[in-house]
C-alpha cells in the first residue's frame, strides 16, 4: 500500500487591517481612542473646554499612542517575516551586519576619535599660546616693578621702556603705574578701556595674571577679554605696574599663526554670549563643531566686584567664573603645525609627515575598495549558497509528496554539492528504511506475542497450599527473558518447585524455557527424585540445544506429611532456608552442573556432580528460590546486591509473611539499584510454612 504524504503544516494565517482594527484590543482602542478626540475636537470648536474633557482628551491621546505603537509592532513582525523568509534575504542581511555596518562602525569610532585627538590637541595648543601672552603680561609688569622698586623716580621711563620692548610683539599693549601717592603714569593707547584709578579692594596677593572682563560697551551685554597682570611696588608705600594686553586682532593672528588655532566665540558662565572686539575675521566660516571647532574654558575675573556672602559680613574677593571659548582650526593645517616639527625629509624632498599622511589615505581607500569588493562576492556566494538551499528545498517537498525517484542536480562539487548528492543517497534508500521500520514494528509485534506466550507458560493466580505461604515473581530484563518457574503436582501431599534460567534473552530463550516446560510436567509424573528427573533432563535436553546455550535450574520436592523438602540443584544460584528457631539465614547449594551442555563427556559428568539434599521443615520456616538477577542486581557503582545482604533481609524480616516479605525484598532491590537499568531477568519464589502440616490437607494447583 502506498504511503500517503504527512501535509505540512500550514503558516498561520497573516490577520487582515481590518480583523486588527475590529478583533483585536488594540484596533478595539484606536476606534474608541479616535472617537474621543474627534468628539473633543468639535467640543473644543464651540468653546473652552472644561476640565473633564481635557482629561478624557489626554486619556484618549494616551491610548492613540499605546494602539499605534501595538500597529507598528504588528507591522514590524509581519514585514520581518515575509522579509525573512527566503534564505538569500537572510543572508543578505547577516552580510549587511557583519560585514558592512561593522566597517561603518569603525569608520565613525576613528572619524569621532580623530576629531577627539584634534579638538584635545587644538584646545591643548590655544592653551598654551594664552598661557604665554599671561606669562609675557606678567613677567613684563615683574620687570617694570622691579625696577621702579630700585628708582621710583624713574617709574615713567621704565613703563614707558617696557612698553618700547613689548609693542613689537603687542602693538596694543598698554602699562600704567599707581604710584602710592595716588598718582598715575600711563603708557600705550589705553583704547580698550581706561587705565585703572586704583587697585580694587580684593586684590591682597601682591602679583596677579589673568584675562579680565571690561566693562560692557554696548547694550546688548557685549563684553572685551584682557589679558591683566598686576603687581605690587613696595617703594615709599605700595604702588602697582598694570599691563594690559588686548585680545585683538593682531594678538589672535599671531596666536593663530603659531597654535594653528583662532578664538572664535566666548560664552560667559551666566550663558550670555560675549565677542572679543574682533572674534570674526570678514570672509572666515565658522565651520562645524565637529572637525573645526572646539571647546575650552578661560578663568575670567571682574576688575570691580564685592561679595557680601552673611548679612553684616563683607567679603572681598574677586568674582570669577569659568567661560568657555569657541575655537577654530583646520584639521589639515593643525596637522602640518603639529608635523613642523618633524623635519625629516624622505623620498627627495617630501618631509616625513606628509608621506605618512598619503599612505593613511591609501589605506583608507584601500580599505574602501575591499570592502566593495567584499560586499559584492558576499552577494555572489549568497546567491550561489541560496541556489542550492532552493534545490534542496523542492526536493524535500517532493520527496513529502511520496516522490521518492527525484533527484536533486549538482551544480558544484563543494559542500552543498556533497549535500545534495547525500539527499539523493537519502531519496535512494527512504524505502529500504520504509521497509526496515516496517520489519522491526512486525518483530515488535512478534517479540509482545512471545511475551504473551511465555507469561501464560507461567503459573497464573495464587497457589493454594494448607499451611504453606507460596507468592512469586517473574520480571523479564527485555520483552522476552529466559527465566521460568513452576510448581507441580507430583503425588497425594506432594508438591513440586521449579525455578530455572535459560542462558541468554529473548525469543531463543522462551522457547528453550517452552521446551523445559513440557519436559517436566512430563518427566515430574515419573521420576519422585529431584536427582533423577534432573538427570533426565539433561539427557533429553542436551540433544535440542546448541552448543552456546544452557540451562541452570534447582527442582525441589516437598513432602507435605514428612515435612521435608528434597531438592538438587543442577549449576544454578542457591536457594535460602530461614528456620524459625535460628532465624539465621541458610544458604543451600549442592554441587551439580548446568544442563544441556553438549560437550564429550558432559552427561557423564553431570551425574557425577549432581547432588540430592533434604532439609526438614518446621512452621515459621522460610524458603526462597532465586535466579541470579535478584542477587546480581546493580546500581550506578557497579556495585552489587549480593547474597549477604538478601539473607540480612530474609533474617531480619522472616516474621512477616509471604507477600509482606517479597514486597519487602523488591523495595529493597529497587532502592538499591536507584536509576541503573535492570540488566537481568529477576525471578523468585518465596515458601514460608505458617503451620503445622495438615494429614488431610490436598495440593490445588
Not at 560667559?268 to 575650552?296: I, Y
Request: charged content about 20%.
Amino acid at each position: 500500500m502506498a504511503r500517503r504524504p504527512t501535509p505540512r503544516p500550514a503558516a498561520a494565517p497573516q490577520p487582515s487591517p481590518r480583523e486588527l482594527l475590529f478583533s483585536t484590543w488594540f484596533g478595539r482602542l484606536f476606534i474608541v481612542a479616535a472617537s474621543l478626540k474627534f468628539i473633543v475636537a468639535l467640543w473644543r470648536i464651540t468653546g473652552a473646554l472644561p476640565t473633564a474633557a481635557r482629561v478624557i482628551s489626554g486619556a484618549a491621546t494616551i491610548g492613540l499612542v499605546v494602539a499605534l505603537g501595538m500597529f507598528s509592532w504588528r507591522l514590524f513582525l509581519q514585514v520581518k517575516r515575509r522579509l525573512l523568509w527566503r534564505v538569500r534575504r537572510k543572508l543578505i542581511l547577516s552580510y549587511i551586519f557583519i560585514g558592512v555596518i561593522p566597517s561603518l562602525l569603525i569608520l565613525v569610532f576613528f572619524l569621532f576619535a580623530g576629531s577627539l585627538v584634534f579638538m584635545n590637541v587644538s584646545a591643548y595648543l590655544f592653551k598654551d599660546g594664552y598661557d604665554a601672552i599671561v606669562d609675557s603680561a606678567r613677567l613684563s609688569a615683574q620687570a617694570a616693578a622691579t625696577e621702579i622698586a630700585r628708582n621710583p623716580a624713574s617709574a615713567g621711563e621704565t613703563i614707558q621702556r617696557v612698553h618700547r620692548i613689548r609693542v613689537g610683539m603687542y602693538p596694543a599693549i598698554s602699562i600704567a603705574y599707581l604710584a602710592p601717592d595716588g598718582q598715575r603714569q600711563t603708557a600705550g593707547s589705553w583704547r580698550h578701556a581706561a587705565p585703572p584709578a586704583s587697585l580694587p579692594v580684593w586684590l591682597r596677593d601682591d602679583v596677579f595674571a589673568g584675562a579680565v572682563a571690561l566693562p560692557t560697551r554696548v547694550p546688548d551685554g557685549e563684553e572685551d577679554l584682557v589679558v591683566r597682570a598686576v603687581v605690587k611696588v613696595p617703594a615709599g608705600g605700595v604702588g602697582a605696574v598694570i599691563i594690559d594686553i588686548p585680545l585683538d586682532d593682531q594678538v589672535l593672528h599671531a596666536l593663530q599663526a603659531s597654535s594653528g588655532v583662532r578664538l572664535q566665540n566666548v560664552y560667559d558662565s551666566r550663558g550670555l554670549v560675549s565677542e572679543t572686539p574682533v572674534s570674526k575675521t570678514p570672509g572666515q566660516r565658522g565651520g562645524t563643531l565637529l572637525f573645526e571647532n572646539s571647546l575650552t574654558q578661560i578663568e575670567v575675573s571682574h576688575w570691580d566686584s564685592v561679595f557680601t556672602v552673611k548679612p553684616m559680613a563683607l567679603v572681598l574677593r574677586p568674582m570669577v567664573r569659568r567661560d568657555t571659548a569657541i575655537l577654530s582650526y583646520r584639521p589639515y593645517e593643525l596637522y602640518k603645525h603639529l608635523a613642523s616639527a618633524q623635519n625629516l625629509v624622505v623620498g627627495g624632498d617630501m618631509p616625513l609627515s606628509q608621506a605618512l599622511l598619503l599612505v593613511l589615505v591609501l589605506i583608507g581607500v584601500m580599505f574602501l575598495l575591499i570592502e566593495a569588493v567584499a560586499l559584492v562576492m558576499g552577494l555572489a556566494l549568497a546567491r550561489s549558497i541560496t541556489s542550492s538551499v532552493h534545490e534542496l528545498f523542492a526536493g524535500t517537498e517532493r520527496v513529502r509528496l511520496g516522490d521518492f525517484t527525484h533527484r536533486i542536480t549538482i551544480h558544484s562539487r563543494d559542500q552543498l554539492g556533497e549535500l545534495a548528492d547525500s539527499f539523493n543517497q537519502m531519496t535512494g534508500s527512504i524505502e529500504n528504511l520504509l521497509q526496515t521500520a516496517a520489519e522491526k514494528k512486525r518483530l515488535e509485534e512478534e517479540l509482545r506475542i512471545a511475551r504473551q506466550i511465555q507469561m501464560s507458560l507461567l503459573p497464573r493466580g495464587p497457589l493454594d497450599v494448607p499451611g504453606l505461604g507460596i507468592t512469586a515473581l517473574c520480571v523479564p530484563a527485555r520483552e522476552v527473558g529466559g527465566d521460568y518457574y513452576d510448581f507441580f503436582s507430583v503425588g497425594e501431599r506432594r508438591m513440586g518447585i521449579l525455578i530455572a534460567d535459560v542462558s541468554g534473552k529473548g525469543t531463543s530463550a522462551a522457547l528453550y524455557m517452552a521446551e523445559l516446560k513440557g519436559l517436566m510436567l512430563s518427566l515430574s509424573q515419573i521420576y519422585q527424585s529431584p536427582r533423577q528427573l534432573l538427570i533426565e533432563v539433561n539427557r533429553i535436553i542436551s540433544e535440542n540445544l546448541d552448543t552456546r546455550s544452557f540451562i541452570t535450574m534447582t527442582y525441589a520436592v516437598i513432602d507435605l506429611d514428612a515435612g521435608v523438602m528434597t531438592f538438587a540443584r543442577a549449576g544454578h544460584t542457591p536457594l535460602m532456608h530461614v528456620p524459625s528457631a535460628a532465624g539465621a539465614a541458610r544458604v543451600l547449594a549442592p554441587n551439580g552442573l548446568v544442563v544441556g551442555l553438549r560437550i564429550p563427556g558432559a552427561h557423564e559428568k553431570f551425574i557425577a556432580l549432581l547432588e540430592e539434599d533434604r532439609i526438614e521443615l518446621g512452621k515459621g520456616d522460610v524458603l526462597v528460590f532465586y535466579t541470579d538477577g535478584i542477587t546480581e542486581a546493580m546500581n550506578s557503582d557497579s556495585d552489587l546486591f549480593g547474597d549477604a545482604r538478601l539473607a540480612r533481609l530474609l533474617a531480619e524480616h522472616g516474621h512477616l509473611d509471604a507477600a509482606d516479605l517479597r514486597e519487602r525484598i523488591l523495595r529493597e532491590i529497587e532502592a538499591f539499584v536507584g536509576a541503573a537499568d535492570q540488566h537481568d531477568d529477576m525471578t523468585m519464589i518465596l515458601i514460608k510454612v505458617e503451620e503445622a502440616f495438615a494429614a488431610s490437607a490436598a495440593v490445588a494447583v
